[in-house]
């Protein structure tokens, strides 16, 4: 009963979010980067047409005013063709006709959730099947009322899919977490749209312990590397190859204490074998502001660097 109970308010907090209080300005909407892609599942047609449609694509993304964001998006707009025709138009020259049915999709391309879609006809003739495609994929129009209204539908859906699924999302990143992926977890966590303003702030404080271990656990690691470095080659070259990694941890990391001592090492040696000048400098300790700041950096990095990945992490299955 209680179950039913909590199951009941559950729903009714989803409702009163997606209905109420979360109405969003076209500004705010905007805030929510989408990506273009266009996946190799699609039918096969000519390699100079799939650049001709790329474009397309980036100019839908550009003229809707959805590029840009913190970091790099998970979401993502992509298509399919299904060639409706293919005539030879006799000549001469003899001329190829297509009429392509071309569907967009928007949607999540990491969890391979899709949100909407909208399909468009558009003709083309050419001298060849290529120029056709061409021809055809050059029609469809950016501000078409029914893409533009397919993307604000995508990106309404997008809030309320946060807004409504937030503990299962920092669930999922946690569990991540818990598994070593750190930087998996923290971009999960940080592509929370800020227009999202309760999530992200779940989000947000979620990240902070998460980045804390990915921070230690890339201490040790270099650590680790700089020593090794340090051993291969106990003179000038293997004290600036040791220097180079150890300058790059973040100061406020756990073991850095070790580092020091490392560096402490290396200068005592360099300056038994003569090199009195050697002495690489390390940042200092960070106060608060300066962790904040370099924090923020961290996650909008380690963000753009996940999602920079080969496109094959999108998973579009079952879109079309």
């Not at 209080?21 to 699609?42: C, H, M, P, T």
């Not at 790099?72 to 006709?97: C, E, H, Q, W, Y």
């Amino acid at each position: 009963m209680k179950k039913g109970i909590k199951n009941m308010f559950l729903l009714g907090v989803a409702f009163a979010l997606a209905n109420s209080g979360y109405a969003q300005s076209k500004e705010e909407l905007n805030r929510i980067a989408i990506s273009s892609y266009v996946s190799d599942q699609i039918a096969a047609f000519p390699e100079a047409a799939k650049d001709q449609l790329k474009n397309k694509l980036s100019q839908v993304v550009t003229q809707n005013g959805m590029t840009g964001g913190l970091i790099g998006s998970r979401f993502i707009i992509t298509p399919n063709i299904n060639v409706l025709t293919k005539d030879i138009i006799a000549g001469p020259p003899a001329m190829n006709a297509l009429t392509l049915e071309v569907t967009l999709f928007v949607g999540d391309g990491v969890d391979g959730k899709k949100f909407a879609s909208k399909s468009v006809t558009v003709k083309g003739v050419g001298t060849n099947e290529t120029k056709a495609y061409i021809e055809a994929l050059r029609m469809i129009k950016p501000n078409d009322p029914g893409i533009m209204s397919m993307l604000e539908d995508a990106q309404k859906k997008i809030i309320n899919y946060y807004n409504t699924s937030c503990d299962a999302i920092v669930k999922s990143a946690e569990g991540a977490a818990s598994t070593g992926n750190y930087e998996a977890a923290i971009a999960q966590l940080t592509s929370i749209p800020d227009v999202c303003k309760a999530c992200y702030d779940k989000g947000m404080a979620a990240a902070t312990p998460i980045y804390k271990k990915y921070n230690d656990f890339k201490c040790g690691t270099k650590l680790a590397e700089a020593r090794a470095a340090w051993n291969a080659n106990q003179n000038a070259q293997g004290a600036g190859n040791a220097g180079v990694i150890m300058a790059s941890i973040d100061p406020n990391a756990s073991c850095y204490s070790e580092v020091l001592a490392l560096n402490k090492e290396i200068s005592a040696r360099m300056t038994e074998l003569g090199d009195k000048e050697w002495d690489y400098k390390f940042e200092e300790r960070q106060g608060d502001v300066e962790i904040e700041k370099a924090r923020i950096k961290a996650y909008r990095d380690i963000g753009v660097s996940y999602y920079s990945k080969p496109v094959t992490i999108y998973n579009v299955r079952g879109w079309w």
